[in-house]
């Protein structure tokens, strides 16, 4: 919880920080994939930020001695397309999308599947929707164990993982998350919301208490 306190330390770190010198201030670095906002996965290519003489030392230096650089032209390629005013317009479109994906998903969340303000994060501007998992589903028992699963079966939605925990360890996570992937638009993420629940899997869960049976899938 917030204190008057709590928030003057932490204007007093921020201006702390900002008012020492270059070369005291904390080394950071801010590293991310360009392949899945530009549908171009697997082409190796990446953004990274920070201080110049901090990616000298890491590019220009450190970097060539232990490794080898790959997919360079397609690097340079992306580099040269953003400086373009092709990608604005480009990255506008992208985000009006994600906007209206993101806003026909909370309307469905409140009003077909119940969930209060609580029980998702939205954001502004992520990918995707971060929801908790219900607290029926946990009350309830279910022997699968996995909440995505019981997603999937019975209304064709597979939902994310909510967390980015190393593979083997478990998440710190109390409350049980999943994510609902946006980029599929707006029409796909109100459909699926839509099939949750048609299936009775919102918040409040199955009224006959029971779980959903699975959908059947014809061959013809």
């Known amino acids: 919880m917030s204190t008057p306190g709590s928030s003057a330390r932490r204007r007093t770190r921020s201006s702390g920080l900002a008012a020492l010198a270059p070369q005291r201030r904390p ?26 003489d901090t990616l000298e030392a890491l590019f220009g230096r450190l970097l060539p001695q232990h ?62 929707l971060l929801l908790r998992v219900p607290p029926w589903y946990a009350a309830a028992g279910h022997p699968d164990g996995d909440y995505r699963r019981h997603c999937l079966l019975p209304a064709g939605v ?22 609902l992937y946006l980029g599929p638009g707006e029409e796909a993420v109100g459909g699926a919301l839509g099939r949750l629940a048609a299936r009775e899997l919102g918040w409040y869960g199955p009224r006959s208490g029971t779980a959903p049976q699975s959908r059947r ?4």
């Open 27 to 52: 080394r950071w670095l801010a590293v991310r994939s360009l392949g899945r906002q530009f549908g171009c996965n697997g082409w190796g290519i990446g953004a990274v930020t920070g201080a110049p």
């Open 67 to 128: 490794t080898y650089a790959t997919a360079v032209p397609l690097q340079a390629a992306m580099a040269a397309w953003l400086r373009d005013e092709a990608s604005a317009a480009h990255l506008a479109a992208q985000r009006a999308r994600y906007a209206a994906a993101r806003a026909e998903a909370v309307r469905r969340l409140r009003e077909e599947l119940r969930c209060p303000d609580d029980a998702y994060v939205a954001g502004s501007c992520a990918a995707y």
């Open 158 to 179: 597979l939902l994310g993982e909510g967390h980015m925990s190393t593979p083997g360890l478990a998440p710190r996570d109390p409350h049980g998350h999943v994510r």
């Open 217 to 220: 899938v014809s061959s013809r």
